[in-house]
């Protein structure tokens, strides 16, 4: 690759990075207004990120087994996120979160139905049955296979990938588009649109225990920081209690066991085979009621205590649940358990927390407009909605309604708007950074991405000290320095250390944003459980806001559930 090679160039009326649910539903909504829709990826077109990776349930109201209204999913939805959820974006959620699944319904994505209406189950966090699912295990893909199909069906909708965005254009303080490298040729790509959609769902890739794709390390964060846009609750990220542990579970979730916890009501056990959430303020009584931040809290504390188990969690047992009974739930998946080793009816598993989820992201208003003009979010990157904790349920919810919102604003705003026909501000860095020379140095950008996550699962994980996050800050310091201001690799045809390196200028930045906000907040709530500060104090019933400014990661507190726009002032 050379310097001085001229990018391609494309243009469309509304761009959307990321594939996931959010950003297959924004391209269909956006396209109703009859733009010009491209949609982008660095994996394939619907096949990477979050949802195709879900197994369980989607939170909603419809009441269609037991009297139901959105407003006690609102309530559920605030009480989960300990005073901290954005109001207007969790009532967005709960309001419309009926019809977009009776939407998804006309499309054929197959809900479970029990006499003739859609089935809905029980879920922790919620004040009755409200969760729908297609099966305990392939809700993800069966939504994102509805979703493909409905976009491959949708007149004005582009699909690329191979696309690893590297900044987005700017012109004037707008929005524009974006520059990306594309992974097979290692040539720069140049993309002009009058409206971008960031849907590149959330962060547990900076964690080495996680429960997401590869390319989940939050790069949408990092993308929008740098163009000027806010984030906000950074530090809240949450962590799934009972990802699986062991033994060696292959070509299976990680996160499978929770449906069948809370329908079977499996017991969590200490190394003592005693049950103990009730001494973290949680009496289960066989039934699968903790959240998942208490949840997390319990067994880390347990391990802490020398109550673990061999490699470093909790038991999770089914050995009283009839062996008929757990066919009947289990079903084919008893069979493909049987193949890794596993009979419940014998033996417990061992499960421990795992990265699974981030409550914050970019700050945007109930439209997902960021205050940049031309820039808005969907889905998981989008932050606010779920406080502190989200609620069971709440992700696929989210990127449904979030995604329908955000392509419906940027197409009205695309309607309205002239596209560019000048190059953007910063073109010329984004070329060059793509088409740099290899570097003298040579550094394995491969180790730092695991030393990072490894930094980011031992100091600023589900449990936290000021100690632990100020190593943590030292070292993404260190690293960062180390990595230099231009990238790895010779740029040429799938050149994964330069990919690596453009990765870890993101994953660095977006980790530092959630230490920072960590060491800031010196309280207990939710997700951020602080060990030298126990208690959840009502001083610290504020969001942080972070921005860059000179280059710099800086914080601010706004009063919490503010109903203001992403760029108002903040004290």
């Known amino acids: 690759m050379t310097a001085d090679q001229a990018p391609m160039r494309t243009e469309t009326d509304v761009l959307i990075i990321g594939s996931g649910a959010a950003g297959m539903y924004a391209a269909i909504e956006a396209a109703k207004s009859g733009c010009?829709?491209?949609?982008?990826?660095?994996?394939?077109?619907?096949?990477?990120?979050?949802?195709?990776?879900?197994?369980?349930?989607?939170?909603?109201?419809?009441?269609?087994?037991?009297?139901?209204?959105?407003?006690?999913?609102?309530?559920?939805?605030?009480?989960?996120?300990?005073?901290?959820?954005?109001?207007?974006?969790?009532?967005?959620?709960?309001?419309?979160?009926?019809?977009?699944?009776r939407e998804m319904d006309t499309w054929g994505v197959g809900w479970a139905r029990k006499d003739g209406h859609i089935t809905q189950t029980m879920a922790p966090g919620h004040d009755r049955p409200r969760c729908v699912y297609v099966d305990f295990l392939n809700t993800g893909p069966a939504v994102s296979k509805t979703l493909r199909t409905k976009v491959n069906k949708t007149d004005g909708i582009r699909k690329a990938g191979d696309l690893c965005v590297v900044d987005l254009l700017k012109k004037d303080g707008r929005i524009v588009g974006a520059g990306a490298l594309h992974l097979g040729t290692g040539a720069p790509v140049m993309i002009s649109a009058k409206a971008t959609i960031i849907a590149t769902g959330g962060l547990t890739r900076l964690y080495?225990?996680?429960?997401?794709?590869?390319?989940?390390?939050?790069?949408?964060?990092?993308?929008?920081?740098?163009?000027?846009?806010?984030?906000?609750?950074?530090?809240?990220?949450?962590?799934?209690?009972?990802?699986?542990?062991?033994?060696?579970?292959?070509?299976?979730?990680?996160?499978m066991w929770d449906p069948f916890?809370?329908?079977?009501?499996?017991?969590?056990?200490?190394?003592?085979?005693?049950?103990?959430?009730?001494?973290?303020?949680?009496?289960?009584?066989?039934?699968?009621?903790?959240?998942?931040?208490?949840g997390s809290y319990a067994i880390l504390k347990e391990v802490e205590a020398g109550r673990g188990t061999p490699h470093g969690g909790a038991y999770l047992s089914f050995q009283h649940v009839p062996a008929e009974k757990l066919r009947e739930?289990?079903?084919?998946?008893?069979?493909?358990l049987a193949e890794n080793g596993i009979d419940l009816t014998k033996?417990?598993?061992?499960?421990?927390?795992?990265?699974h989820y981030h409550m914050g992201g970019?700050?945007?208003?109930?439209?997902?407009?960021?205050?940049?003009?031309?820039?808005?979010?969907?889905?998981?990157?989008?932050?606010?909605?779920?406080?502190?904790?989200?609620?069971?349920?709440?992700?696929?919810?989210?990127?449904?309604?979030?995604?329908?919102?955000?392509?419906?604003?940027?197409?009205?705003?695309?309607?309205?708007?002239?596209?560019?026909?000048?190059?953007?501000?910063?073109?010329?860095?984004?070329?060059?950074?793509?088409?740099?020379?290899?570097?003298?140095?040579?550094?394995?950008?491969?180790?730092?991405?695991?030393?990072?996550?490894?930094?980011?699962?031992?100091?600023?994980?589900?449990?936290?000290?000021?100690?632990?996050?100020?190593r943590a800050l030292a070292t993404i310091d260190a690293m960062t320095a180390q990595i230099g201001a231009m990238p790895q690799g010779s740029g040429n045809s799938f050149d994964m250390r330069r990919v690596d390196w453009l990765d870890l200028r993101n994953m660095l930045l977006v980790a530092k944003s959630v230490a920072q906000a960590a060491l800031a907040r010196t309280e207990t709530r939710g997700a951020q459980h602080r060990e030298d500060f126990p208690d959840t104090s009502p001083d610290w019933a504020l969001n942080q806001f972070i921005t860059l400014r000179n280059g710099a990661v800086t914080l601010t507190k706004r009063g919490a559930l503010q109903k203001t726009l992403p760029g108002a002032a903040a004290s």
């Open 329 to 336: 739930a289990f079903g084919p998946v008893i069979d493909k």
């Open 362 to 470: 970019i700050a945007t208003d109930v439209d997902m407009q960021t205050g940049l003009p031309g820039l808005f979010a969907a889905g998981e990157a989008v932050g606010g909605a779920n406080g502190a904790n989200r609620l069971s349920g709440n992700a696929i919810t989210e990127a449904f309604v979030f995604g329908r919102r955000a392509g419906k604003t940027a197409g009205e705003y695309a309607s309205r708007t002239a596209a560019e026909t000048t190059p953007a501000d910063n073109e010329a860095e984004i070329v060059g950074l793509v088409t740099a020379a290899e570097p003298a140095q040579d550094i394995n950008t491969a180790e730092l991405v695991q030393s990072l996550q490894a930094t980011m699962q031992d100091d600023v994980g589900a449990l936290r000290t000021e100690a632990g996050l100020q």
């Open 36 to 101: 010009k829709v491209m949609l982008i990826d660095r994996s394939l077109i619907g096949r990477g990120g979050a949802t195709v990776m879900a197994q369980m349930t989607v939170a909603v109201a419809l009441g269609a087994e037991t009297q139901d209204d959105w407003h006690f999913h609102y309530n559920d939805t605030l009480k989960a996120g300990r005073g901290l959820c954005n109001e207007e974006l969790a009532r967005l959620l709960c309001e419309e979160g009926p019809d977009v699944i």
């Open 208 to 255: 080495r225990r996680n429960s997401a794709s590869s390319n989940m390390g939050g790069d949408g964060y990092a993308l929008a920081l740098r163009a000027g846009a806010s984030l906000v609750d950074m530090e809240f990220v949450q962590f799934f209690p009972i990802g699986h542990l062991a033994p060696r579970l292959i070509g299976m979730d990680p996160i």
């Open 261 to 294: 916890r809370y329908k079977l009501g499996g017991k969590l056990l200490n190394n003592k085979m005693e049950e103990f959430t009730q001494n973290y303020g949680v009496v289960e009584n066989g039934k699968y009621t903790i959240t998942r931040d208490a």
């Open 347 to 355: 033996m417990p598993i061992e499960v421990a927390p795992i990265a």
